[in-house]
T-cell receptor
């Protein structure tokens, strides 16, 4: 079954504050992806991490893949109201080709 | 990016009837598609992996006779919810990777309500 957990489940921040969501898997992952889903919408791909310890940046977003390839994080610097949505990690196990989604973190940004 | 189209976006059906949901990759061929189910404010739960030309692979706890999957061509996978019950009401969403183990493109999702 799916065993990818994310914390926190919900996060409310003031606009301009930073935000971080953490993704943890019970098993080693081949790679990990991050998606953003707006209310009423479908998940939209943000990034994929493959290498142990990898760090990637997209403007105000920083993504990390843990050394053991069991955890990952997404950090948003100086949040904006457009960052509102639910952020999901999705892990690909070393066996198989299915991605399992994390439990998600719902971000609310207060103007 | 690549486009995945899902139809219908919303459907209301009576208990006991069957509903078919289509997932099409519009500008690329998808040998594999994934079907997820999402309850309100919850994560996407992988139901099954649809493989073109072969049987679908179902996740543990998902009834294959209840959720029939057909992937007859490289651009179309269908999910049929058979003998639907109110507890089958949910948001069903498909995805297809452009290439294996790369980013997945999601359909718009189907909101199923069984009355």
């Amino acid at each position: 079954g799916q065993q990818v957990m994310q914390i926190p489940q919900y996060q409310h921040v003031q606009e301009g504050e930073d935000f971080t969501t953490y993704c943890n898997s019970s098993t080693t992952l081949s790679n990990i992806q991050w998606y953003k889903q707006r209310p009423g919408g479908h998940p939209v791909f943000l990034i994929q991490l493959v290498k142990s310890g990898e760090v990637k940046k997209q403007k105000r977003l920083t993504f990390q893949f843990g050394e053991a390839k069991k955890n990952s994080s997404l950090h948003i610097t100086a949040t904006q109201t457009t960052d509102v949505g639910t952020y999901f990690c999705a892990g690909l196990k070393n066996t198989g080709n299915q991605f399992y989604f994390g439990t998600g973190t719902s971000l609310t940004v207060i103007p | 990016g690549a486009v995945v189209s899902q139809h219908p976006s919303r459907v209301i059906c009576k208990s006991g009837t069957s509903v078919k949901i289509e997932c099409r990759s519009l500008d690329f061929q998808a040998t594999t598609m994934f079907w997820y189910r999402q309850f309100p404010k919850q994560s996407l739960m992988l139901m099954a992996t649809s493989n073109e030309g072969s049987k679908a692979t179902y996740e543990q706890g998902v009834e294959k006779d209840k959720f029939l999957i057909n992937h007859a061509s490289l651009t179309l996978s269908t999910l049929t919810v058979t003998s639907a019950h109110p507890e089958d009401s949910s948001f069903y969403i498909c995805s297809a990777p452009h290439r294996m183990n790369t980013e997945a493109f999601f359909g718009q999702g189907t909101r199923l309500t069984v009355v």
